[in-house]
């Protein structure tokens, strides 16, 4: 089992940053791939961005390259996604996801642990 808990979500302006974070408990973190997703009011959960364990590999979604940054700890057992320049449509509640896969997943359903999620909202 994984607990996931994400912290860091908070009001900001529109093109401003902020970063929120995920920290693991349970199974070994090293070994999971680690994602961000998000969910607007209304919409569908969307990938936001993912970063594998075995080789450090990273995907994301076009509305977060070169806006966005993920990024790892092992140590803390903590994965973390920098937003920049961020946008009204970036409001969401942002969730962290784990995955038990060496190949870094895209779709909501190939992740086996979730976060309660956290709200960014973005004001314009």
């Known amino acids: 089992q994984v607990q996931l808990v994400e912290s860091g979500g908070g009001l900001v302006q529109a093109g401003g940053s902020l970063r929120v974070s995920c920290a693991a408990s349970?199974?070994?973190?090293?070994?999971?791939?680690m994602g961000w997703f998000r969910q607007a009011t209304g919409k569908e959960r969307e990938f936001v961005a993912a970063?594998?364990?075995?080789?450090?590999?990273?995907l994301y979604a076009d509305s977060a390259k070169g806006r966005f940054t993920i990024s790892r700890d092992n140590a803390k057992k903590t994965v973390y996604l920098q937003m920049n320049s961020l946008k009204p449509e970036d409001t969401a509640v942002y969730y962290c996801?784990?995955?038990?896969?060496?190949?870094?997943?895209?779709?909501?359903?190939?992740?086996?642990?979730w976060g309660q999620g956290t709200q960014v909202t973005v004001s314009s």
């Open positions: 349970g199974r070994t973190f090293s070994y999971l791939t």
């Open positions: 970063i594998g364990w075995s080789d450090g590999k990273i």
């Open positions: 996801a784990a995955a038990s896969m060496v190949l870094i997943p895209v779709v909501a359903d190939r992740y086996e642990y």
